[in-house]
């Protein structure tokens, strides 16, 4: 762990957005020709309270200073809840896919990837997974610190077009971000959205599928949204051995949940029936599922026909809603699994951003 992680307090007049801490890297595997950086920046948690988050930007070709170029803002998949598994830090070892990074440097754009909340900076608690509201708020603070840097960096003019992309739960918080653009981030220029695989509706979801995969990313889920919303009783429904497990979870990666809680979520749980609890119905209605807003830019949503870790009827009737409440949306399904449906449909997102990018400008 460098020192570019060590905590930094922030105070609660620094505006979202605003850069904390920025630090040139060396990103593995991607061409001498890159520039990158890690960036620590101001965001805000599920409550309003300012935070420190951490993410990367990266930019391949140098361009003029009268250029704007667009910035994507690529969300990841689940990493894990703590440990060295941001993916700031795995860009740097290597550990950190590629292929979506490559092929929008490929277009010469800008990228900027969120660690999101907790992940990076040590001794904040674990990962905040599926609080959608703080990742809104950090993908969209990243956008904007990423303007600031490519400002200070002398790389374009602001603002830029920005365009958000991710998959699985990064296409959740892509989404996320759009149904809060107008309400948190009016002033950013967001023409459009590509999410794959997401997971509309983590509650129903855990409660259609036990055991598997969805058994250690439930248990997951309930220690990310306990911390999000620490001042709710969420933890109460865990018995003593629950407790225990939660805390030796709260520092592990994605793989090794996955490896080591197999048991299904109320094996952990004083009830057989955890998320059916008043205040967990509460948090998983109104804090983790989509479509309750509407994006005001187009929308596309795909996934593979044959995704057992996200069932493509998750991301089907976001889409369906999405038609429901007005919003230009489009899909595309792929005959492939959860893995493979990722890779595939590079080349249909790369033609979807092309086209938002060309689309009006939003910001206010």
Same mark, same amino acid.
């Given at each position: 762990? +460098? ?18 801490? +920025? ?10 020709? @890159? ?23 990266? @930019? ?7 250029? +704007? ?22 860009? !740097? ?112 979801? !855990? ?31 865990? +018995? ?15 793989? *090794? ?41 187009? !929308? ?9 870790? *996200? ?50 400008? @939003?910001?206010?």
């Amino acid at each position: 762990m +460098t020192e570019f992680y060590a905590p930094m307090p922030v105070e609660r007049k620094r505006r979202p957005g605003s850069l904390l801490r +920025t630090q040139p890297v060396s990103v593995r595997y991607l061409s001498d020709h @890159t520039r990158a950086w890690r960036i620590a920046y101001v965001s805000n948690d599920s409550r309003g309270e300012r935070i420190p988050v951490t993410g990367t930007v990266i @930019t391949s070709n140098p361009v003029t200073e009268s250029a +704007t170029t667009p910035i994507v803002v690529y969300c990841t998949s689940f990493h894990g809840l703590g440990g060295e598994c941001a993916p700031s830090q795995q860009l !740097v070892t290597g550990g950190e896919a590629l292929d979506q990074i490559q092929a929008v440097l490929d277009q010469g754009w800008m990228v900027a990837i969120p660690d999101g909340e907790n992940l990076g900076i040590p001794g904040l608690g674990p990962h905040t997974f599926l609080a959608s509201r703080a990742a809104a708020h950090v993908t969209l603070d990243l956008a904007r610190a990423a303007q600031a840097l490519s400002d200070s960096a002398h790389v374009c003019q602001s603002p830029a077009p920005i365009v958000l992309w991710g998959y699985g739960d990064g296409g959740r918080a892509a989404v996320w971000a759009g149904e809060h653009h107008r309400a948190y981030a009016p002033d950013l220029d967001l023409r459009g959205i590509a999410a794959g695989a997401v997971v509309s509706d983590p509650g129903a979801l !855990v409660r259609s599928r036990r055991g598997g995969p969805w058994s250690a990313l439930a248990l997951a889920g309930l220690i990310g949204l306990s911390r999000a919303y620490h001042h709710l009783p969420l933890r109460h429904i865990l +018995t003593e051995d629950g407790l225990r497990v939660a805390q030796q979870a709260e520092t592990l990666s994605a793989a *090794v949940l996955l490896d080591q809680f197999r048991q299904p979520l109320e094996h952990w749980c004083k009830h057989p029936y955890p998320w059916d609890d008043p205040v967990w119905r509460y948090v998983l209605t109104n804090e983790s599922r989509s479509g309750a807003g509407a994006p005001e830019v187009p !929308v596309h949503l795909y996934h593979g026909s044959a995704d057992r870790v *996200v069932p493509v009827e998750s991301g089907s009737g976001l889409f369906g809603e999405y038609q429901r409440r007005g919003v230009s949306v489009s899909w595309c399904e792929y005959d492939a699994n959860h893995f493979r449906a990722a890779i595939d449909s590079i080349p249909d997102v790369m033609e979807a951003l092309a086209g938002f990018l060309q689309g009006p400008r @939003t910001s206010r």
